[in-house]
């Protein structure tokens, strides 16, 4: 797949016939951004129905950022501005879905826990992304500060958020990222730390 996750071979399909078109990965890029707006929103509410929608609506949302870079490299459409966009669109949805399952949980055994937790979990992610974001320009173009297997991203994991989400699996994915996020954003801060400057 030269590099290419399972994601990304199966949104070059859809996105050829885009390409001479008048849409723009910053099209499908909002696209995602405001998919993943609304499954944050809907997942929040904490409701039999808002977590179906917001799963239904995440998996849209993932799917649709790994649209968006599959067009910019088929139609050779890159740039810049569009890689930073799509990068903090990406940084800012999913550090937030963990701050609306938090939300999610705020009625259940957790109590008011559930938010912190979410809070705790959603930032560290958020930082931890800006530390390979970091680390990515500091590196050799095409690097991966976390590469993958198998044809998976560490991001592919992200997808299990909607099934995990309709078996009501919520309550140990917060307590796991929770754990998990704030050490891998120490991780991540470190090896940036012993980067040399650019």
Known sequence: MSGATWSHVIARPLVRPMIGTSIRPNHITTLRLLTGLAACACLALGTYAGTWWGGFLWIVS??????????ARLGNLSSRWGHLYDTYADILVNALLFVAIGANLRHGSLGAWAIPLGLLAGISLLLASAFVHLIE??????????????????EDALYLMAP???LGWLFPILIGTAVAAPAIMLLTAWRLYRMPAS
């Open 62 to 71: 993932a799917f649709l950022d790994n649209m968006d870079g599959e067009l």
């Open 137 to 154: 320009r500091r590196s050799p173009p095409g690097t991966k500060a976390y590469s993958g297997r198998w044809g998976f991203a560490p």
């Open 164 to 166: 995990l989400a309709w």
